[in-house]
């Protein structure tokens, strides 16, 4: 079977970068199936993570925002390809769903809550045209009323940890982009109040962004700078996770947060936001950690306190949380999709 991943660019550090580069190094690791992989934007900067060298690379390589262009050189290129299934990512993706023409067999893989995502339209009639569209959560499954068929197939973690976190270190830990939607802002606003109580934990943020200097403006201005590290982005978080005791998220929404798996397979508790879609499905409240309403800065700062004068109970929702992270193995989660390849092609 040739399955072809249709993605915009594979150069900036993201979970769903990471999560598709995954998947296609299982397939032609495991399986006998040709993946190919079509790159849509012009980009010369390198892939953000080790692809498996049997993984097929076709560039189109148009400008980007050239989106007339685009679709031309896509229909020129998906025939020649002659997949028997393609997988559609992310808006373009969509957009070639609904337009390019292609008459094969095609899944839409949603890594964003739909409510959260701009040109409606496009995603409306990607929604009719497709054969399967795959989403992460079931919440997430809700909001494609008129698809031929929705399917729930959560992400996973090939995340290779050979001793966890032991939950003893004195650091709390994020990770993701710089932007607004991951709300550091807020965070840094939640830290100062903890803080103020537990001067003697450190925060580490790590990624990437244009609200990088803007935060680390933010960080000097509260005077945290002794208790607020920012660190590079990197696609070797291993380290962080397991020096670090609990994972805090304060997102205005997500998907299915790979670094909330990640963490678990780390063993840290989490205190996240429980910002609509991801967290609620991955964090279970009291157990692997604390999921606060989204409007109470000072409940996020009081469990985060809670947590930090209690090792005992950090270090039991760790266990519980590395436990909880056996669902998201990579051989549980690509044998569902292995059975959706045959099932659509049937």
């Known amino acids: 079977m040739r399955i072809v991943y249709v993605i915009e660019k594979m150069s900036r550090i993201g979970g769903m970068e990471r999560i598709i580069t995954d998947k296609m190094n299982y397939l032609v690791r495991h399986t006998e199936h040709e993946v190919v992989l079509l790159l849509l934007w012009h980009d010369e900067k390198p892939f953000a993570y080790p692809l498996d060298e049997r993984v097929k690379v076709v560039r189109l390589n148009v400008p980007f925002q050239h989106k007339i262009k685009l679709l031309l050189a896509f229909r020129r290129t998906i025939r020649k390809i002659n997949p028997d299934i393609t997988i559609y990512t992310w808006v373009m993706g969509a957009f070639l769903a609904a337009f390019s023409g292609w008459k094969g067999k095609c899944i839409y893989e949603a890594h964003r809550a739909r409510p959260t995502m701009k040109h409606q ?45 032991d939950c003893s270190a004195k650091h709390c830990l994020s990770i993701g982009r710089l932007i607004d939607v991951k709300n550091f802002s807020r965070l840094l606003d939640i830290w100062k109040q903890v803080s103020e109580n537990h001067s003697d934990w450190h925060l580490d943020i790590v990624g990437e962004g244009p609200e990088r200097e803007a935060l680390q403006q933010k960080i000097v201005r509260l005077n945290l700078s002794q208790n607020v590290t920012l660190h590079n982005g990197t696609t070797d978080v291993v380290p962080y996770y397991i020096n670090s005791s609990i994972f805090l998220m304060t997102s205005r929404f997500e998907g299915l947060p790979m670094v909330l798996i990640e963490a678990q397979t780390c063993g840290l508790p989490i205190v996240s936001i429980d910002c609509d879609y991801g967290p609620r499905h991955i964090i279970e409240d009291g157990a692997t950690g604390k999921l606060i309403p989204y409007n109470d800065d000072n409940a996020m700062a009081n469990a985060i306190c809670e947590l930090i004068e209690n090792q005992e109970k950090r270090q039991q929702m760790g266990r519980a949380a590395l436990n909880a992270s056996q669902r998201y193995k990579p051989e549980n989660i690509m044998n569902k999709w292995l059975e959706l390849f045959d099932e659509i092609r049937k």
């Not at 569209?133 to 997430?140: K, W």
């Not at 494609?144 to 929705?150: D, E, N």
């Open 121 to 165: 339209w496009t995603i409306s009639l990607m929604e009719k045209k497709v054969d399967t569209i795959v989403t992460l959560t079931q919440q997430d499954t809700k909001d494609y009323p008129h698809a031929k068929h929705v399917t729930l197939i959560p992400n996973f973690t090939s995340q290779h940890v050979e001793k966890p976190s």
